[in-house]
């Protein structure tokens, strides 16, 4: 954010600000935020969503499809970071003088007038983000949170509190989070991702660090003390940091970890000391991290441990973070956002201590050409700890192909991983049908991609539950 970005309290009166692909993940949740606070929106996208009916219900004139018709009566244009600058409704926006912002502009000049947490990292962002924001309600702060995915809590995107405090989740994608002047920032790891941006991960390294220097005066960081790429950053902020994890020397330290199925329990250490214990709905180590750095920003607003304990004790989780939908014929599916190396190999972890002894199958479906490219060997070895997987395609999102980067790259370098049963499905469209051919009873289903195979695992339950066990039984 500079001075110079226009506040979208001050344009939102007699003409509407226009947000395109409104019905994204990070659009829907800023759009919604103006429109409760008395701002006049219209979106548009190209396909219909949860997402744009919601929006519709409280008021955004929203429509399917792009024309620069659209921008004709609008105070400004809000557009993502993958929206080129020769898009007709960006071309037309300028043309009549009309502010284009990118969403993390409108973003980080919406919450500067306020107390700001901003969530950063290369995994656990939205998790994180929701689960802080969950605690800080529940102590009675009123936090306004944002965040990249549905929170079963809020049914959206957006919890709208008071302007006075937000937690917002701070994407590094396109160095978005340079917009944001956090009064705490927290980092829950750093890996290489997004190289098309920052070009290796000394890059990405970089932009974290740029990210911590704007901190305010007097602000916090806190780090993940068991994650090198987070813990590596604090040096440069040693008068702010704060570090929460399972490693010894954590200022917020997790101990007597046990891990099940829909249960976490740990003792808490702060500052040494005993303070208690932690239980999660949520299975996995990395849930247990995204809790910790939760009650970490809540201990530096001055929480106290008891509605720490209970919201966190509560929390029911975002979509598509190891999400159960339900089971058919005997298969549990279960889908999830997972879309790098790293979250992958989390996510299959947590499902091997949560179903032992079941079969577990993966459909992965490649999300950007040049994370494919990037990431080959990595993929392979973190879909080999499954025992059958499926790929389809490529999910392109905002990037043309890549000569010779399909999914077929992908199931070569996991079959190199010493992958026995993996099979390559290009077309999205069937490859729920296929699933339900070859599925067994105790199997366990789990869908991972941020593309369109979140549709895949209803489909594969309603297709299992036209056709009955019988039929989806196998020797």
Known sequence: MTSATPDLRALAGDRPVHFMGVGGAGMCGLAELLVRSGGRVSGCDQKENA????????????????????????????????????????????????????????????????????????????????????????????????????????????????????????????????????????????????????????????????????VRSGGRVIACADDHGASSLLPRVASKAYTYGTSAGSMLRATDVSVGADLTRCTVLEDGRRVGTLALRKGGRHNLLNALAAAAVARALGVDWIPIRKALADFAGVARRFERLGDAAGVLVIDDYAHHPTEITATLATARASFPGARLVVAFQPHLFSRTRDFTVEFGRALALADVVWVTDVFPAREAPIPGVTGETVVQATRAAGAEDVRYHPDIASVADAL????????????????????????????????????????
């Open 51 to 214: 997402a744009l009916a919601d929006l519709a219900r409280i008021g955004a004139a929203v429509s399917l499809g792009h024309d620069a018709a659209h921008v004709a009566s609008a105070s400004a244009l809000v557009i993502t970071s993958a929206v080129p600058q020769d898009h007709p409704e960006v071309v037309a926006a300028r043309r009549a003088g009309i502010p284009v912002l990118k969403r993390a502009e409108a973003l980080g000049a919406w919450v500067a007038s306020g107390t700001v947490v901003a969530i950063a990292g290369t995994h656990g962002k939205t998790t994180t983000t929701a689960m802080t924001t969950e605690v800080l309600a529940r102590a009675g702060k009123d936090p306004t949170g944002i965040v990249g995915g549905r929170v079963a809590a809020w049914d959206g995107n957006l919890r709208f509190g008071s302007p006075s405090l937000y937690v917002v989740e701070a994407d590094e994608y396109d160095r978005s989070f340079h917009q944001l002047t956090p009064d705490i920032a927290v980092v829950t790891n750093v890996e290489a991702d997004h190289l098309d941006i920052y070009g290796d991960y000394t890059g990405v390294r970089a932009g974290f660090a740029q990210f911590l220097e704007g």
């Open 436 to 475: 339900a051919e070859d599925l067994r009873s105790g199997d366990v289903l789990i869908t991972l991609g941020a593309g369109s195979i979140e549709t895949v695992g209803r489909a594969v339950l309603a297709r299992l539950s036209r056709v009955g066990p019988r039929e989806v039984v196998h020797a």
